[in-house]
């Protein structure tokens, strides 16, 4: 007999019965049958697909959480409108009676001017430092209060602007109209002028983006002037070309109860799913203003209580009743994106789960066959070190004898 091959063997037979306690001691400790590549190639190969599965479910999930909160607080917002509207059309119903006296009638035109107020207020919602109705511009609230006249704030008697001053290329000068609902966005070229900005008004005004008598002129102080001749209703005008500076409205110009849409009419999205997006947002513009102008509608009641006839109290009302109609209608893409959300989180949540079934059954160790393995992997541990310490204490001529 060669006494160093059957010492390799023991050494051999140690090293294997100690890797074999330790792979059954891993296992009961993390629960997991393959905690290696070598463990088990394949289902190691299924298991970072699946984790890949998961880790998109997660982020679908963030995602659904967080517009959920803001959509619904948006529609909370466009409740309330719906609510005031529907006030609105009732006090319109009462004042256009015959019995309504004149008192009762600027009484209701007063409430109405409050709900008008309070209706801005709630399309000028934010939720966590963000305009909900601005499109993508939700960094400033969307309905601003319009003036009749604004100025550039550079150009004087000393230095006047002139109509062939230059425009700043790439610049760009905005005017939302109160009562259109409609935004004219001018961006200036190489070689425009004041000029070229005062045509371009003037074709907006032409198409009807602007309300006719709506002009651009330098006036007495050398100042750009951008003006509306309407006393009902007005413009915000804003620009960052640096030749005109930024418009100011100019005070003691402000309309009563006037307000423009300065954001935009981006539609945001989001990824809830490999192949599912739902729309976040509603834009101001399609609920207040586009179509039938439900800022206008409110200032034509109040202004036909004050001084109108009973009739054209009735026909105000009845245009209230249309814009309540066509916010209802713009409401419903959004109600929708919410349904789909809710019924997403519930989905993912079940997909959660569903891959988490699949990781533990592809890794998973059992737990009962876990702890007989590592008994039997002790017990023969056990063994071999007795019968290690017998072989390695012999010497050679022990074997001689």
Excluded: C, H, W
Excluded at 118 to 133: D, K, P, R
Excluded at 258 to 272: D, E, L
């Amino acid at each position: 007999m060669r006494v160093t091959n059957m010492v390799s063997d023991v050494q051999y037979a140690m090293q294997q019965s100690q890797q074999n306690l330790a792979t059954a001691l891993q296992q009961v400790s993390t629960g997991l049958r393959v905690n290696q590549l070598s463990d088990d190639p394949i289902a190691s190969a299924n298991m970072v697909t699946s984790l890949a599965s998961s880790a998109n479910v997660d982020q679908y999930t963030k995602n659904v959480s967080s517009v959920l909160s803001q959509m619904q607080t948006a529609d909370s917002s466009i409740s309330s409108i719906v609510t005031s509207l529907n006030t609105a059309v009732t006090l319109g119903t009462e004042g256009a009676t015959g019995t309504a006296s004149a008192a009762n009638k600027t009484a209701i035109a007063t409430e109405l001017e409050g709900l008008l107020t309070g209706i801005v207020g709630e399309a000028n919602t934010s939720f966590q430092g963000a305009y909900l109705f601005g499109g993508t511009a939700s960094a400033t609230a969307p309905f601003v209060a319009a003036s009749t006249t604004y100025t550039s704030a550079q150009g004087s008697a000393a230095s006047p602007l002139t109509t062939a001053t230059a425009l700043t290329a790439g610049s760009v000068t905005t005017i939302s109209d109160a009562t259109t609902g409609e935004t004219m966005t001018f961006t200036a070229s190489a070689g425009d002028t004041i000029a070229t900005l005062q045509s371009a008004v003037a074709s907006a005004v032409s198409a009807g983006t602007l309300s006719s008598g709506t002009t651009a002129t330098i006036d007495s102080n050398g100042q750009l002037s951008i003006a509306t001749n309407s006393t009902t209703a007005g413009v915000v005008v804003s620009s960052n070309d640096a030749s005109l500076g930024s418009m100011t409205a100019v005070s003691g110009t402000e309309v009563a109860n006037a307000y423009a849409y300065v954001g935009n009419n981006s539609v945001n999205s989001v990824q809830v799913g490999d192949s599912l997006s739902v729309a976040t947002n509603l834009p101001g513009s399609s609920l207040l203003t586009s179509g039938t102008n439900v800022i206008g509608a409110l200032n034509s009641l109040i202004t036909a209580l004050k001084s109108g006839t009973s009739t054209e109290i009735g026909t105000a009302t009845t245009a209230i009743t249309s814009a309540l109609n066509a916010v209802n209608v713009s409401r419903s893409p959004l109600d929708s994106s919410i349904s789909r959300l809710d019924s997403q989180e519930s989905f993912l949540s079940q997909e959660k789960l569903t891959l988490s079934t699949v990781q533990t059954a592809l890794v998973g160790a059992n737990l009962a066959d876990s702890a007989t393995n590592l008994s039997a992997a002790e017990t023969t541990n056990s063994a071999v070190l007795a019968a290690a310490a017998r072989v390695m204490q012999n010497t050679l001529f022990d074997y001689l004898k």
